[in-house]
Nanobody, 124 residues
């Protein structure tokens, strides 16, 4: 069984930064691509960023490109999301998730394990 636990959310002013972490249990963390998603009140959950199993490839939603950076430390079973120049529209619950084996997509249906989420609130 895989458990994902996010941390690092909070309240920040527009233009500020936050770093989210997602700690994973299990010995196979380094074999899977990982992703970050977010869900704002009243909206669908949306893709934010993803990273390949070894960190060599990353991909971002257009809305966060150039402001957010996804990274991972396989020795620590942890994936990160560095968020800079935050905007009020970034306010959401942020979730990390594991991409299914042999997949590399943004599609929410291709992620099989999810964390409980961490709240990010950006004030204007």
């Amino acid at each position: 069984q895989v458990q994902l636990v996010e941390s690092g959310g909070g309240l920040v002013q527009a233009g500020g930064s936050l770093r989210l972490s997602c700690a994973a249990s299990g010995r196979t963390f380094s074999s899977y691509a990982m992703g970050w998603f977010r869900q704002a009140p009243g909206k669908e959950r949306e893709f934010v960023a993803r990273i390949s199993w070894n960190g060599g490839n990353t991909y971002y939603a257009d809305s966060v490109k150039g402001r957010f950076t996804i990274s991972r430390d396989n020795a620590k079973n942890t994936v990160y999301l560095q968020m800079n120049r935050l905007k009020p529209e970034d306010t959401a619950v942020y979730y990390c998730a594991r991409n299914k084996r042999y997949t590399w997509t943004d599609d929410i249906k291709d992620y099989d394990y999810w964390g409980q989420g961490t709240q990010v609130t950006v004030s204007s």
